[in-house]
């Protein structure tokens, strides 16, 4: 007995020396993978790693203003509900009005149902009863007097940089007494304080009446 047991524990160490560099492979793998893991960061969670489009905050009977290169202001924005979102930057407009300036000249206020700011703060979308009204404008030493104005359409984008407000869809225009409908759209100018109507136009025009001064 004591000779079969000395045989069987020489047949065991044999085996463990046959084995010991598949050992130390396997121990040297976990060391390795154990020291990568441990350097590396901390991965996020789903929530974390991707921006969800949720609002950060929300302003009532907000307001946003922008001024020229000589310190004037050039728009003003107003919504009953002011909702910025963190992901893009972007704002949703409860009744946005916007009033756009120009030097000598009357204000002219755009305004709709609900409207869009995207992150950069340079396109306004209006949508659902938009308008752009202009109101009436006496002549001075500079400027020849103005009809009052009025452009309706169910979408207006106003491109803030460029002084453009412009749309492709469906659009009614007065001016004074005159009406005119377009089928596709037309642009309206905030330099010049004039609007193009493009598409199939129709509609009557009335000639301003005469000046008695």
């Keep these: 007995m004591h000779f079969n047991s000395q045989k069987i524990k020489l047949g065991i160490g044999r085996t ?12 040297l793998t976990l060391v390795t993978f154990w020291l990568v893991q441990k ?16 609002p950060d905050y929300t302003i009532t009977n907000g307001a946003l203003s922008a001024l020229n290169e000589i310190g004037n202001t050039k728009y003003r924005i107003l919504g009953k509900k002011v909702t910025h979102y963190d992901d ?14 120009q030097l000598d000249k009357t204000p002219v206020t755009v305004k709709s149902d609900t409207g869009h700011l995207d992150g950069d703060l340079t396109i306004l979308d209006l949508i659902d009863n938009a308008s752009i009204f202009r109101p009436a404008q006496a002549a001075t ?8 104005m009025l452009a309706s359409s169910t979408y207006f984008k106003v491109l803030i940089n460029d002084d453009i407000i412009e749309t492709d869809r ?6 004074g007494m005159s009406i005119m409908h377009s089928t596709e759209g037309g642009k309206f ?19 301003a009446p005469r000046s008695t001064q």
């Design 170 to 175: 469906p659009i009614t225009l007065e001016q």
């Design 189 to 207: 100018n905030n330099v010049e304080q004039s609007m193009t109507l493009l598409g199939q136009v129709k509609g009557r025009i009335e000639r």
């Design 88 to 101: 893009d930057a972007s704002i949703d407009i409860l009744t946005p009005r916007m009033r756009l300036f």
């Design 141 to 148: 030493a500079t400027q020849s007097a103005t009809l009052r």
């Design 16 to 27: 463990l020396l046959r084995l010991m560099p598949l050992l130390l492979m396997g121990a």
């Design 39 to 54: 350097g590396a960061p901390a991965e996020k969670s789903t929530l974390e790693r991707v921006r969800l489009h949720e």
